[in-house]
């Protein structure tokens, strides 16, 4: 009889370590997507929340150590989940409203102050579900001795793939976020409830915990409307789509469409409607077939005056043509066909042919961005214009002074231009404008269109005044030769635009990464063995994980939407790995140095997969990638705890160790590697990595990494 009450108590517990694993990956998930809405979609900020999720994790995983020697309760387990589930809604309406209060809507927002932002905001919630997994084991074996620490994380993984999966392919299309948050959490509330009832006789604080934690999703739902209210204007339109947030704020009947944070759009922007058509449109003397990769109000009016025959508008999320029309931030013409798909996806894709290709981008300060200021696009937009076509594009400008940064990326979108066309000028201004040919370019904007009897407001009256020759040959004399070029998989804007994200905020990220390098030295001194190799497996799991997302943006373009499934598949991964490793555990070290071989094969391969078959590469191969190398690393824990002796502290250690090193390489990867170093050598950075781990593995000394160190 008691067997039987302490396998329920197990079946339960497993239970509601499901439900935790469901919800705390929605809510992972759900808060990446929030910061990218808020934050400008920038890749970094990923980034950063990873790092910040994951050693917050780590942290309250360790925080459980003093409690192995100590009785855990069923009645804690319960509150302890409880206060999770509740925490989830809150972070939610705390990022948003404490952005609102201390940022500057659509405002740039530096890295201490985005690291500080998202940490405040997510730390409780963190503390407590890294707390929770080894709790749950705790509570466990006071009723089961030599309960598995595998099972438990079996389990979890289990609830974190269902979790993605449910998110990824169901809530990222239906709900709002906080639907999604709140519709998570009901799992684990009828989970914690059949628990403490099941457990004890009395049923009174079972209800109230129900009752408070559905009185807060409730609450959180019904004022979800109020939490997006912007700061200055008036919010006059909201949706979330699976490419990102769209807002539209009124102010002073003025309608500025937001697109993840960051102002995409004006009703009221004539002057850079008639720069970005009319200096490349007045280049050519015949202008037939159009290509806008993305557009705004007053641009298709501008360009219907060369009388062409075609104008394609592509745009990638449908949700955002349908709000320009509906706002009348741009005008419906017969003559323009709109496309919805990813520019440069089309471009690779399409036979048509093109007298210009015009794009109305944003700074290349993402690698979604990027990905059209690189040499491999420049080529495949060489293939699709005509013989005198034109390629037309621009970034920030400047007034008098060019700052150092400035002219780094300026020279290396210029030299990475003139590596595919022959003729590629520049005109200064607000923006500068790059305009690329295979025929002879002018800087006399105003003489062409007089010419070709086009009219114009802003051009006609102001070009002459403000873009002098001596302006544009001042320019160029200060070009940089030498600086490198930029390309897909050595991003060297973006690691510019890094630089310059820093120097606007007068800040640098070494005295941060010292601490952390200080924190992880005096880390490795209490470590074991196979701890470190733990450390490792999760620092190779996160750096490929940030590799694949960062690939993804520069094949396809639309992260925002495929976050959450290459986020789960490689949680997926990992489930089969646990499985497979538990039945091999007792061949011990000989399996942990096998799948560490074959991690680095396995990245081995993504480097030749990458340099040779880049353009015949599509995401279910990375995706597929992803899974084996999140198998062989899952192959590694339950070996890893096996070796420990499986006991709690042990069992505490290790989920501790995995976690840590995830963030570490979360960080690594993508704020120093990838930036500075590009794909292939991060790639490389990883294979460094998992030989370090080897020859740890296969040194004399079993007991102290102190010692490990000084014996190699």
């Known amino acids: 009889m008691k067997k039987t009450i302490k396998l329920k108590i197990d079946r339960l517990i497993c239970n509601v370590v499901v439900a935790t694993g469901v919800a705390s990956v929605a809510t992972q998930l759900l808060t990446i997507r929030e910061f990218l809405s808020l934050l400008n979609g920038n890749e970094f900020v990923i980034a950063i929340i990873l790092f910040n999720w994951l050693f917050l994790g780590g942290l309250g995983t360790l925080l459980a150590g003093p409690f192995s020697k100590k009785n855990a309760s069923v009645k804690s387990l319960y509150w302890i989940a409880t206060c999770l589930l509740i925490l989830a809604p809150v972070q939610l309406i705390a990022i948003r409203k404490i952005h609102s209060l201390i940022f500057i809507h659509g405002s740039s927002v530096g890295f201490y102050p985005t690291l500080a932002y998202s940490l405040f905001t997510i730390t409780p919630y963190c503390l407590l579900l890294g707390f929770l997994l080894p709790y749950s084991l705790l509570v466990v074996r006071s009723q089961i001795d030599n309960y598995p620490g595998t099972r438990i ?131 050519i003397d015949c202008v037939r077939h159009v290509l806008l990769i993305s557009a705004e109000k007053s641009m298709i009016s501008e360009v219907k005056k060369y009388n062409p025959i075609s104008i394609d508008y592509v745009e990638l999320d449908p949700a955002i043509t349908d709000v320009q029309f509906r706002f009348g931030l741009l005008e419906k013409h017969p003559e323009m066909k709109v496309i919805h798909q990813d520019g440069r996806q089309y471009l690779a894709q399409t036979n048509k042919k093109y007298d210009a290709i015009i794009l109305n981008l944003p700074e290349p300060d993402t ?103 001596e302006r544009i040959n001042r320019l160029n004399h200060q070009l940089l030769p030498s600086v490198p070029l930029n390309s897909d998989f050595s991003p060297h804007l973006v690691r510019i635009l890094l630089d310059e994200w820093f120097s606007i905020f007068s800040t640098s990220p070494v005295l941060f990464v010292l601490i952390l390098s200080v924190i992880n030295i005096v880390y490795f001194f209490f470590i074991s063995k196979e701890e470190f190799v733990l450390y490792t497996t999760g620092g190779f799991t996160m750096g490929t994980e940030i590799l694949v997302i960062f690939a993804f943006q520069i094949f396809f373009g639309y992260i925002y939407l495929q976050i959450g499934l290459i986020i789960t598949v490689f949680l997926a991964g990992i489930l089969p790995g646990a499985f497979y490793g538990e039945y091999l555990r007792k061949r011990g070290k000989q399996i942990l140095v096998f799948t560490d071989m074959m991690l680095i094969a396995l990245m081995m391969l993504f480097i030749g997969g990458i340099t040779l078959f880049s353009n015949h590469l599509s995401g279910n191969v990375f995706l597929a990638f992803g899974f084996v190398v999140s198998l062989v690393c899952g192959c590694q824990f339950p070996v890893a705890l096996h070796l420990q002796g499986g006991t709690k502290p042990a069992a505490i250690k290790m989920f501790s160790a995995d976690l840590i090193g995830a963030a570490y390489g979360t960080l690594v990867t993508s704020i120093l590697l990838i930036p500075f170093a590009g794909i292939l050598w991060s790639a490389i950075g990883l294979i460094l990595l998992k030989t370090i781990s080897l020859i740890i593995l296969n040194s004399k000394h079993e007991t102290c990494f102190k010692t490990k160190i000084s014996n190699i």
């Open 153 to 283: 994380y079996i389990f979890d993984n289990v609830g974190d793939i269902f979790g993605g999966a449910l998110f990824s392919f169901v809530l990222v299309y239906f709900t709002t976020p906080m639907q999604a948050v709140c519709f998570t959490q009901v799992p684990l509330l009828i989970a914690l409830y059949k628990l403490y009832t099941s457990v004890y006789n009395v049923k009174f604080p079972a209800i109230t915990g129900f009752a408070l934690g559905l009185l807060v999703l409730v609450v959180a739902l019904m004022n979800e409307a109020s939490t997006l209210a912007p700061h200055n204007g008036k919010l006059a339109y909201y949706q979330e789509t699976p490419y990102g947030r769209i807002q539209i704020i009124e102010d002073q009947e003025q309608f500025t469409l937001f697109q993840n944070g960051r102002p995409t759009f004006s009703s009221q922007n004539l002057n850079a409607a008639e720069e970005v058509i009319h200096y490349p449109l007045s280049q």
């Open 367 to 469: 690698f979604q961005t990027n990905r059209f200021f690189t040499e491999q696009f420049f080529s495949i937009a060489r293939q699709r214009i005509q013989e005198n076509g034109i390629l037309s594009f621009s970034v920030k400008g400047f007034d008098n002074y060019i700052s150092d940064n400035e002219l780094q990326k300026i020279s290396s979108i210029y030299r990475t231009a003139s590596q595919v066309f022959s003729q590629v000028i520049l005109i200064p201004g607000n923006r500068i404008f790059f305009l690329c040919s295979e025929s002879p370019l002018e800087t006399d904007i105003p003489g062409l269109l007089e010419n070709k009897k086009i009219s114009t407001s802003y051009i006609s009256g102001y070009y002459d005044g403000n873009i002098t020759l």
